[in-house]
């Protein structure tokens, strides 16, 4: 049974920089690639960005695209989002997904999705 745990989020002010974390467990980490993805109330969930099973590989939506910055740990199973000159508009619940195959970093092809952490962001 895959578990995927995220932590980190919290109230924020706009500049400010935040790093989310998720725990994978339930199947081997280093073989899938992971996403972040992000929904504002009233909104649908919308793709953050991808990394490939080695982190070899990247991909992210426009919107934090020099502003957001995946990366991973297989030795921890672990996988991280860092936030950077964080917006008002940046505020949702993230949630980290793990994908179908190693290579999954675009949006669509995820398996597995964690509850989801909290990320205000206040002027």
């Known amino acids: 049974q895959v578990q995927l745990v995220e932590s980190g989020g919290g109230l924020v002010q706009a500049g400010d920089s935040l790093r989310l974390s998720c725990a994978a467990s339930?199947?081997?980490?280093?073989?899938?690639?992971m996403g972040w993805f992000r929904q504002a109330p009233g909104n649908e969930r919308k793709f953050v960005g991808g990394i490939s099973w080695n982190g070899g590989s990247t991909y992210y939506a426009d919107s934090v695209k020099g502003r957001f910055t995946i990366s991973r740990d297989n030795a921890k199973n672990m996988v991280y989002l860092q936030m950077n000159s964080l917006k008002p508009e940046d505020t949702a619940v993230y949630y980290c997904?793990?994908?179908?195959?190693?290579?999954?970093?675009?949006?669509?092809?995820?398996?597995?999705w964690g509850q989801g952490t909290q990320v205000t962001v206040s002027l």
């Open positions: 339930g199947r081997t980490f280093s073989n899938y690639g």
């Open positions: 997904a793990q994908g179908s195959t190693a290579w999954t970093i675009y949006p669509g092809q995820y398996d597995f």
